[in-house]
């Protein structure tokens, strides 16, 4: 249980660092900082693991915070709350066609579960941007476990993204 209040009081710290970018940060040293290109989300996630996997099917949520690099890159860190245990992952986005409307993606890199799984991890996705700033966003992720019995697991999630 302490993990989990961790994972999720890191979660809402960075949220709240990221929220505060507002307009007295031009008069900081971090003025020529882009805070545009920077976002934040929450959404709901079902973890389901396939061949083995040490841990169950499970429901919870996801915090991410990222920044865009360029129009069809962006880096991002995600910290998982699920009903057993918690996770953190590392990923880049790659758009298809850059920023538009509708905006598919696909997704790369490394996941960390409590239960000692952890592994590389990809996976594709959309956004349905209302704005500049708000946006609906869907995940379908598989994590190969490259522990000493292999399995995968495959992570489904859909939620809300704002782009500062």
Not at 85 to 90: D, E, I
Not at 119 to 124: E, L, M, R, V, Y
Not at 149 to 157: L, N, W
Request: aromatic share 18%; glycine share 12%.
């Amino acid at each position: 249980m302490k993990t989990k209040t961790i994972f999720a009081a890191a979660a809402v710290a960075a949220a709240i660092c990221a929220a505060r970018a507002d307009d007295s940060a031009a008069e900081s040293e971090w003025a020529d900082y882009e805070y545009e290109r920077m976002y934040v989300g929450a959404q709901g996630s079902l973890l389901v693991p396939q061949g083995g996997a040490r841990t169950r099917r499970q429901g919870g949520g996801v915090a991410r915070a990222g920044y865009y690099v360029d129009d069809f890159l962006s880096v991002e860190a995600a910290a998982s709350f699920l009903e057993e245990g918690a996770g953190l992952s590392l990923r880049g986005l790659w758009h298809w066609w850059g920023y538009e409307k509708f905006d598919p993606f696909f997704t790369f890199g490394a996941a960390w579960w409590t239960e000692g799984v952890a592994g590389p991890a990809a996976g594709w996705g959309c956004f349905w941007h209302f704005d500049d700033n708000w946006s609906l966003r869907f995940d379908a992720e598989a994590m190969l476990d490259v522990g000493p019995d292999s399995s995968i697991a495959f992570a489904i999630s859909f939620g809300v993204q704002y782009a500062f």
